[in-house]
Structure formats: structure tokens, C-alpha cells
């Protein structure tokens, strides 16, 4: 049943949708997947489909950035979430962004992570599954034609790139996995298992500063309880509405500049030194990583994870196994800490490890979000 105070939308039938697909994706079976699994269960539910198959990288966030859209009831992206990832910068990229993204976005698993669509599978309340079952219900979903809104976190980095990102930012342990086993793409999400086994063999520890603005600070409200759409102030003064240039992006009301320092009310964690920092804002990190279980589509939080160096790699390894269940922080590991934020900053000391944005690789450099 879905959370109170959510609000539904219906496609309309006939639906026509856009299906931008990554043939190279996972273990490059997203094309027969399509075929034999999906195209069957949309043709039934009276939903024509225009497939645009992506030939390079960027190849769909160009496509959604450039295309009048106003054809299409939907965008449905037949990938793992790197190509959401790109068509949402895309869309975000447009002069009518505030349009564009009204237009509803499904993603069907067909890469070796496909964590928000496990994500999705979780938030639906269906058994936990992975690969044909999977793709079964997350097209079962979008025949069904409810769609509802999802929270993006706005992420900068010093050198001025900005960001919207839908599943997480990370620094450390995961992200190395993440980055390090692509070379196993041919081997689907057993890539995952493998990639930790190989960075739990040579677990680094990286030095940086780690801030954050808690939700309890908020007016002391649980995020259920406020209006999700009531401006932020949190001691920034929002300007009057329409002051913004049209078409401008939406300015990050909660953040200091980078150069500056955290404000007065945010949290500095006293360590320095750590294996991992993961901020989630999905309950799934991958098909059987169930990092987040409290999180939901559009609950305006950031579920922040760190883990402090000192940790056993045994310990490591027992808190990966428990996440396939979602029971790590029953283990109450000292050195892992989890919490509800409602932004955070990063500044590495030096520019050590990968960074990941929704499982992309980014150079290491200071971040908020």
C-alpha cells in the first residue's frame, strides 16, 4: 500500500514510450531480454514502444537533452543505472527542465547492478529477486501505469561540475568494487562478489573530513512528518519566488560553498581516516545489497554510511554478507556508523581513490550534496 501523503499519477492507455536501451550493458543480453521478456508483456497492456538502442557513452543523455519529448508518455531506460544516470543530467540540462522532468521515467534491470530497480522491487513489495524474475516485475510495474515521485540529491564538486543523482555517491571500499571489477562485466553481479574479494585482499584506508546536516536538526520533525515541498531553510533565506533566471537550476539552499567552511549547525565526524563513505538515498546498492532498508522513493533523506579505519577484513566481510539480508547494523559494528542526513560534504586530504556517482567513476575531489 503506498505511504500516506503520497500522490499517484496513471499513463494514459494507449501508451507511447520511449525505451532507450544499452546493448553493451551487464552481460550485453539487454537486446534479447527486450525481446523474449518485455516487448510480449507491453504489447498485452496496449503500450507501443520506439526503441533507441545507444551505439557510444552520453549517446542518451544527447537524446533527451536534444528531442522534443511531448511524443512520448514515458522514458524507460533498459539498462544498468549508468544510463539513468545519464538521462537524468540530460533531461536536467534542458531550458524547460522543470517540464521535462514531470515526464515519467521506469527503469527495467539490463546491467549487473540494477540497484534502484531493485529498489523499486523492494518499495513495491515483492519478494526479493534478481535477473528474469526482476525485469518480470519491474515491467509488470509500468504496465500496471502508477507512477509516483522520486528524490534527486544535487551533488557539486570543487571544480564545479554539478550533478543529479538518483541512487548514491560514494568514496572508498564500494566504490573501488564498484570501478575495480568492471573487467568482470561478462560475469553479471557475480562482477560484485568477486571485485570485494579482491579489494578486501588489499583494504585501503583513505584520509578525509566528513560534515553533515542531520535530519533531527530540522525543526526536530521526522522527514515523514514535513511538507516535502515547503522550501528548506535551515538558516539560508530563500529567495522570493520567480527571483531565479527561467530556466535555472534549483539552487541548493542547505549548502555552504565549497571553499567555506560547514555551517555552524552541521555535524564534522572526529575521524579522519576511513575505508568507505557511502551516501544512499535507495534501499538497494545492488541486486542483493539491501544497504538502506528504511529508505524510500521520496523520503527527502540521504542515508549516509561510514565505516572508520580499523575494521577486521572478517568483520568487513561478515557486514557485506548480513547487507544481502539487510541485518548489517543489527551486527552493531563500532566501526560502521549510519545516518539519516539531510546534506553532507566530503573533502578528501589528498585526491586518493575513486569517487562514484550512481556507479559512475569521478575524479576525487571535495563533493556536497
Known sequence: CPPPGDSYGVLPRPCHVLVLLNPQSGSGRALDDFQAVVQPMLAEADIATTVFVTERPHH???KVRDEDLSQWDTLVVMSGDGLLFEVVNGLMERPDWKEAMKKPLCILPGGSGNALAASINYYAGYDHVAKKKLLTNCTFILCKGLYTQMDLVSLSTASGK???SFLGFGWGFISDVDIDSE???WLGSARFTLGTLQCLAKLRVYQGRLSYLPIATEQGSSPAARDPHAPVTNGHVPQPAGTEAP???PPDWLLAPLGQPVPAHWTVVPE?????VYAIYQSH???????APAARLHDGCIHLF???AGISRVTLLKLFLAMSRGTHLDLNCPHLSYVPVRAFRLEPRVAAGIMTVDGEALACEPVQG
Open 183 to 185: 573487467k568482470y562485466r
Open 162 to 164: 554539478r550533478f543529479f
Open 60 to 62: 542518451a543523455h544527447e
Open 272 to 276: 579522519e581516516e576511513f575505508v568507505l
Open 285 to 291: 546498492l545492488g541486486t542483493n545489497l539491501l544497504m
Open 306 to 308: 561510514y565505516m572508520k
Open 247 to 249: 530556466g535555472s537550476l
